[in-house]
């Protein structure tokens, strides 16, 4: 018998900390205001001039209660304070019962000479060899440490004190006394909920202890159900919530009974409806009746509602038995027939309830069917969602289904409550006049603040909850989180947060892709992602790569050392305050990773021990750097006996932390709003934490975990949970970023490659800042706006420069209002001249470029070009880097386009093109048709002239122009003669996509070709662009001009590349409108046009 | 636009006498003051603070001739242009949001600065001017609102008392002058505010408070 784990452990097990105010996490409930805001979100104020008036916001109060904070505007609250003093007399009582009923349930295991010995004693008399057995375990259960029985007690205390609190405060019914005393009975439930925790573990020990007492066990885990059972009250669950967890628990029984019969699995289903038919429908409707606080309307009473909650569960119950059964067999038609004639009754008799009038009424019936169509659509979705993520997963059916069963359950009370209501209230709109419409229409107005409470929201108030429901997103495939770390660089332990946080806030999250050394170290558990307090830079070089390293001079850990050292001088003293260390090779790391390195060496575990012990004591006397000797020396002197050992095991544990992720943008994903993160600035560190957990209720959100099964091998710890467990350990969504957005958002020319995360848990690569905009445009559509126009609320970001021309613009006129569109005009205007003063042309932006390739169904992606070449992608990637030019492929990898801005001068984009090509030629294939296209001034050109010049005898070629002269002709020198301006003249063709493929009739028989061009028009489409179809796509012919010193003919010749024509584009395609169109220039901005060509 | 004639003109939502005035090239007081409109003064105690379907009687346009010497620099103003725009700024205990930052945005132009000690926003802005937006305090953090200029209807009125309501935070139904249980409901609040008998009741003593605290 091993009764180990019960005598073996320690009385300090049992023991917790009671919970401080400022600790309790509370979550949001279910009435109220859902964001928490200093001011109502669309406040108006109805003025005048010439008179004195007043304005005061509203604020809201946090209320609490069961603990979960409901906010409310305080003169709700003066109306309201009566009530809220009954909701927390009530849950005191509650409260204080629960306490009590704990109290003698634990005190039965404790000292087990009640009902628990009894009962085990009695299903095992039958079984003389196991009663020496049991009475050996009910010894050992009274002789072991276990928690103190007496913390029960003190909680009754406090609860009872609470309770005198809550009769006192009825005289005084003041904000501050309804708040504390919402606040103490959560931390009391906070406290209970821990000691129950240690109960729990000291419950677990005992069953395990007593694990061959089968039968004793049995009859154990049914006690243990009780106990369960109580957890909701304990734990002050939502109602939803509690049905949820109810009904798992329900499953769980069912699941045991059968298991212990060993039934086949169809049986198990059928049991388990069995129970299900018979203890959801009541509890069901307790919850939803508690929800609805007996607002439901008279008509239509709890009896109706079980009704109606019976049948859906019965409904439901068929339609999983015949999707489990049937598979694949099953026809949409056997589920609509199915659940049609059921609903479509149920619903008609709530309906002649509500609405009076007899089921069998035409209208009655009209209204019913509708709205069975409507959820028996949902189901139908839920069902098939259900079996195919089950497939997928490797899951059974089961349990996926069950895990979305409430809310499924919720979906249809919800849908048939607020459909008719709404349905009815819009009469008002519709037939204000007719007949008793009116009538019952203002009273099923009434009636929806029942529903305004059901679904979370206040009358007239926004409210996230009531949105439209999205589809939910399921847990990451082990494949998908293989994809984001290989294309993102992102840990396992980061994306499937940031998947989650995007999708539970509805937001794009654009964060800069962090080098692959986050990836790094993704394998080894005992690293983790830079905390909040850690400033200190990770190493870009060196054995440390990818690891937070403490800088010397003697020993560079990246290319911008110096700032790395001010930074870590910076980050010391919060290294000292939060307990963490430097290695001797500098890596910084906290003692307490160590005990997860030792789950991996097993053998040491020990060892590891205790050094983290030595090395915490250590850090406690004010010692952290051990690249310091004089803290090793000081090592030796402490810990004589253990030196050798700590450096040894330190030298061996691959622990530390890496880096953390830096943010660009957040977007509305509803709005296009930039939402904000920050001020701009770094000061403002972790501002994403405090901003958006008000907005989004974020922990809430990140707190649902992941699947476990689906963390890829390297994300899991030895005992097989998430290595860092997505709840309360878990570094939050927001702290994954240390800082606000920075100045990114005033730069978008700089930057390296940019991640975006999308709600529907889409995931984007962006190169640069520039192809991050062009793909924020398609992703976003109409909502897009550029990067000074994303202010929230569509206020215009102002700078205080006189040099800006926003200021400038918008005061303009006295007065005159500068819309939207004009305004972009001047702004995009201002910053191609400002940037154009030198003269000599402005590249069109890189976004445009990219967007002309990729509207033309040209492909960016590796795989497509290793389709041309046998060369490696990171070899493409490194040319086009250099030569900072694009490159994009056609799906049949037969066309090759080459493009280029005009950074410098139109000599330099020549010259990029041309050494992009020399550098490509050992790359491609020669049967590749190369274009070569260079996007020019942002200004229309004629057709008969640049603006652009060169200027004087040298072709403005930065480097040696021999290297590019043997590519591009026009750059040899000619005697005589002096290479002067390009001009243009005529057209040329450049490349032209196929037209879009035709939808197929037999995919099966699509030719590869085709099969890639469709491909290619539903990912264009995808982009919300239309698929391509340009026709001719010409590019204006670049000529040179050659300026004869001596006679001052000019010459012309075409310029070639490779022997191939350049096409010059004067924007991208359709891309951006407004380079195209004729602009009015201001005066501002006005200046001398120049000749065609000047002679010097 | 001038006008060569007399008229009458029926005032609509959002109208003032001012920018009436304004677009009839007239001075504010000119209009307001004229004989023809004695009865409207006695109706209404501000000259913009107007209800819909009130008849303003607008006189033509006088013409006048000055004798003023060439070849020099001649200066004329307007008067009445611009107008003072005066909002005070509470907070929920009813104490000024003194010193605080704001954002003002009128008609796509946006001016920063300070309400005063007593948390006033005293601007000039355009007599014609229609709406806008305020937001006072970082992100507009202390308060923050869309502006309805002209729309504030007399106090003797139900929209007018809605509109209080409103600016004072106690009331985000309609305002279409129906009583409804929000305003029931912000009306119970004011009372209990102000110490009035418990209840919903909208009655003269009410509106006396109702003044005082608006204002207006």
Redesign the interface.
């Known amino acids: 018998m091993a009764h180990n784990s019960l005598l073996n452990a320690k009385p300090k097990d049992y023991v917790f900390e009671p919970a401080q105010a400022e600790q309790l996490r509370l979550e949001q409930g279910a009435y109220g205001e859902r964001f928490r805001s ?22 809201l109060l946090e209320i609490v209660f069961y603990s979960k904070i409901h906010l409310v ?4 609250f ?2 309201k304070a009566k009530d809220y003093h009954k909701i927390l007399r009530e849950e005191t009582l509650l409260l204080y019962n629960d306490v009590k009923d704990n109290r003698k349930i634990y005190q039965e295991w404790a000292d087990p000479d009640g009902f628990i010995e009894s009962a085990v004693a009695n299903s095992t008399a039958a079984f003389a060899a196991t009663t020496d057995a049991v009475v050996g375990f009910f010894k050992a259960v009274k002789r072991a440490p276990k928690p103190d029985i007496e913390e029960f007690d003190k909680l009754i205390d406090r609860v009872s004190k609470v309770a005198y609190d809550v009769n006192a405060a009825a005289g005084a019914l003041t904000y501050e006394n309804i708040h504390e005393i919402g606040i103490q009975l959560a931390l009391i439930r906070e406290d209970s909920r821990r000691l129950y925790k240690a109960v729990d573990l000291f419950r677990n020990r005992a069953i395990d202890s007593a694990e061959t007492i089968t039968k004793g066990l049995e009859t154990a885990e049914g006690a243990s159900f009780q106990v369960l059972a109580l957890v909701p009250t304990l734990t002050g669950m939502d109602p939803l919530r509690e049905a949820a967890y109810r009904i798992s628990l329900i499953v769980l029984r069912a699941g045991g009974r059968s298991a212990g019969a060993a039934l086949a699995q169809t049986s198990i289903i059928r049991e388990l409806c069995g129970v299900l038919k018979a203890d959801v429908p009541p509890m069901l409707v307790e919850v939803i009746s508690s929800v609805l606080r007996g607002a439901i309307p008279k008509g239509a009473g709890k009896e109706l509602l079980i009704f109606i909650v019976k049948q859906q569960v019965e409904f439901l119950c068929d339609l999983a038995l015949m999707v489990n059964e049937r598979g694949t067999n099953l026809k949409e038609d056997d589920i609509k027939q199915l659940g049609m004639n059921r609903l479509t009754s149920c619903l008609s008799e709530l309906i002649s309830k509500l609405l009076g009038g007899r089921p069998s009424d035409t209208g009655v019936q009209r209204l019913a069917k509708s709205l069975a169509e409507n959820t028996i659509n949902t189901l139908w979705r839920d069902a098939l969602t259900a079996r195919e993520t089950a497939k997928t997963q490797g899951r059974e059916f089961w349990d996926v289904f069950l895990a979305e069963f409430p809310w499924t359950i919720v979906k249809i009370i919800q849908g048939t409550f607020v459909g008719v209501l709404q349905r009815n209230a819009s009469r008002i709109a519709f037939e204000p006049h007719s007949e008793d419409g009116q009538q019952k229409s203002l009273d099923i107005l009434k009636a929806q603040k029942a529903t305004s409470i059901f679904s979370g929201k206040r ?3 926004p409210n996230a909850s009531t949105a439209p429901k999205r589809a939910p997103l399921g847990p990451m495939s082990l494949n998908e989180y293989r994809q984001w770390q290989q294309e993102l660089f992102l840990h396992p332990d980061i994306a499937g947060q940031l998947r989650r946080y995007a999708h539970d806030s509805e937001q794009y999250v654009a964060f800069r892709v962090p080098s692959n050394a986050m990836a790094l170290h993704a394998s080894e558990f005992s690293k983790r992602p830079k905390p909040l307090w850690l400033k200190a830079k990770s190493a870009t070089m060196g054995e440390t790569e990818g690891l937070v390293t403490k800088p010397t001079t003697a020993r560079p850990i990246r290319q911008d050392n110096e700032a790395a050292v001010a930074t870590w001088e910076k980050s010391v003293e919060s290294i000292k305050k939060n307990g963490a260390m430097v290695r001797e090779d500098g890596v910084v790391f906290h003692p307490d990773m160590l005990r997860d390195a030792a789950k991996v060496d097993t053998a040491n575990t020990k060892n590891y021990e205790r050094v983290a012990q030595v090395l915490t004591e250590f850090q406690a006397k004010g010692h952290f750097d051990l690249t310091d000797p004089g803290t090793v020396r000081a090592l030796y002197e402490a810990y004589p006996h253990d030196t050798d050992l700590t450096r040894f095991i330190l030298q061996k544990a691959r622990i530390g932390y890496y880096p953390d992720l830096d943010l660009a943008e957040v977007f509305d994903a509803n709005t296009g709003d930039r939402i ?1 993160v920050g001020a701009g600035n770094e000061k403002d560190p972790a501002e994403l934490a405090y901003l958006q957990r008000n907005r989004s209720n974020l922990d809430q959100a990140v707190n649902i975990n992941d699947d476990v099964r689906n963390l890829p091998p390297e994300a899991r710890g030895p005992d097989g949970k998430p290595r860092v467990s997505l709840d309360n350990k878990s570094p939050h969504v927001q702290s994954l970023f240390q800082h606000g957005a920075d100045n990114e958002y005033y730069k978008p020319g700089e930057g390296g490659p940019i991640g975006v995360v999308g709600p529907d848990g889409r995931k984007w690569y962006f190169q640069n800042r520039d192809s991050f905009e062009a793909g924020m445009r398609t992703i976003l559509g109409q909502k897009y706006r550029d990067p000074g126009q994303r202010n929230v ?1 569509g ?2 970001m ?1 700078k205080n420069s006189k040099d800006d021309p926003t200021t400038g613009a ?2 303009k006129g006295s ?1 005159e ?3 939207t569109a004009k305004f972009n005009r001047i702004r995009w205007y201002y910053e191609r001249t400002r940037q154009d003063t030198p003269g000599l042309g402005v590249p069109v932006p890189p976004h445009d470029i990219w967007m002309s390739l990729f509207q033309r169904g040209l492909s960016l992606e590796p795989a497509v070009f290793a389709l041309a070449h046998g060369g490696r992608w990171s070899d493409l990637h490194a040319i086009l880097q250099k030569h900072g030019t694009f490159a994009a492929i056609d799906l049949d990898a037969k066309n090759l386009v080459i493009a280029g801005a005009t950074p410098e001068s139109f000599a330099n984009g020549l010259a990029r093109l041309a050494r992009t090509a020399i550098d490509l030629g050992a790359l491609f294939v020669p049967n590749l048709t190369v274009w070569f296209e260079l996007y020019s001034s942002y200004k229309p050109v004629t057709s008969d002239y640049i603006l652009n010049r060169i200027g004087g005898p040298d072709p403005g070629v930065s480097s040696a122009v021999a290297d590019v002269s043997s590519a591009i002709p026009v750059f040899q020198p000619k005697p005589g003669h002096k290479l002067y301006a390009f001009a243009l003249d005529g057209f040329h063709p450049s490349y032209t996509p196929p037209p879009p493929t035709p939808a197929p009739s037999r995919p099966d028989q699509l030719s590869p070709a085709d099969r890639n061009r469709l491909y290619r028009d539903q990912t264009v489409g995808s982009f919300g662009l239309q698929p391509p179809n340009f026709g001719k796509v010409e590019g204006q012919k670049l000529l040179a001009a050659w300026d004869h010193l001596t006679t001052r003919k000019l010459t012309f010749e075409e310029v070639k590349i490779l022997g191939r024509p350049v096409a010059i584009f004067t924007a991208g395609l359709a891309a951006c409108p407004a380079n195209i169109e004729p602009m009015e220039i201001p005066n501002l901005f006005d200046r001398e046009e120049r000749p065609a060509l000047l002679v010097s | 636009m001038a006008h060569t004639e007399d008229r009458h003109h029926e005032v609509a939502q959002g109208e ?1 006498t ?1 920018q009436l005035a304004l677009e009839a090239g007239h001075y504010w007081s000119t209009v307001w003051q004229h004989s023809n409109n004695a009865q409207l003064r006695q109706l209404r105690k ?4 107007l209800l819909p379907g009130d008849v303003l009687f607008i006189p033509a346009i006088r013409r006048r001739e000055v004798s003023k010497a060439t070849d020099a620099t001649h200066k004329f103003v307007r008067k009445g242009v611009p ?10 205990d ?1 104490k000024p949001l003194a010193n605080a930052a704001y ?1 003002l ?1 009128l ?4 001016s920063t600065g300070n309400l005063d000690a007593d948390g006033w926003l005293r601007v000039f ?3 014609d ?1 229609r709406s806008g ?3 006072v ?1 970082p ?15 007399p106090l003797s009125t139900l929209t007018g008392v809605q ?1 209080r309501l ?5 009331y ?2 309609p ?1 279409d002058g129906e009583t409804n249980d ?1 305003l029931k ?2 009306a ?2 004011f009372r ?2 102000e110490g009035l008998p418990e209840g919903d009741e909208i009655n003269d003593e009410f509106h006396q408070r109702l003044e005082n ?4």
């Not at chain 2, 008609?107 to 946006?110: C, F």
């Not at chain 2, 992100?139 to 209807?153: I, P, W």
């Open positions: 200093p001011v109502a979100p669309q406040q108006q104020a109805l003025v005048s001039t010439a008179i004195e008036q007043v304005c005061r916001p509203t604020i505007q305080p003169d709700e003066v109306l009358l007239t108030q904000p609320r206020i215009l102002t918008m005061a007065g209002r500068i819309d | 003032t001012v501000h000259h913009n603070v107008e003072k725009f005066n909002l005070q700024f509470l907070d929920y009813n954002v945005i008609d796509g132009s946006a802005v355009r007599p001017i937006r305020i937001e305090g992100h507009g953090s202390l308060a923050a609102c869309d502006l309805n200029f002209g729309h504030l209807d509109a409103r600016n004072l935070g106690l985000d139904g305002i929000l409901e912000a119970r609040a209990l505010a605290k608006h204002r207006s």
